[in-house]
């Protein structure tokens, strides 16, 4: 299994932005995309590890793609118009997601106690 984390990772990645993408095309609920953003992010992080904690956090991206996207061949949004709205939008949509990523981290890196209690545990076993 652990062989395939990454290729499985990225996939489920794929999947989740190509689905944040076209709903963010398709709607105009910001809460909803951001929600959607968030879970799916905490879902790659919780389920992959180390290689959901890097996609999760890039997965943000869909969104500033899919507003590029919609500036240039599709309607427009009137607040997304200037460059500085995409740099917002960007650092928004990032924090977002690596927040959702975070909480995994937790889970999948040991901490420091954790990891000297085991050794003198097997120390003391042996």
Request: contains cysteine; hydrophobic residues 60%; proline residues 3%.
């Amino acid at each position: 299994m652990r062989r395939l984390e990454w290729p499985l990772a990225l996939i489920s990645a794929l999947l989740a932005a190509i689905f944040l993408f076209q709903g963010n095309l398709h709607t105009d609920d910001t809460g909803i995309i951001a929600g959607l953003l968030f879970i799916f992010a905490a879902a790659l992080a919780f389920l992959f590890c180390k290689a959901g904690l890097l996609f999760g956090s890039l997965l943000g991206l869909s969104i500033v793609i899919s507003e590029i996207w919609n500036f240039r061949f599709g309607v427009p949004r009137t607040n997304m118009s200037q460059i500085s709205h995409f740099v917002l939008l960007f650092l928004f949509v990032s924090a977002l997601s690596v927040a959702g990523s975070l909480p995994a981290l937790e889970r999948g890196v040991p901490s420091a106690g954790h990891v000297q209690a085991k050794l003198e545990s097997s120390y003391l076993a042996a």
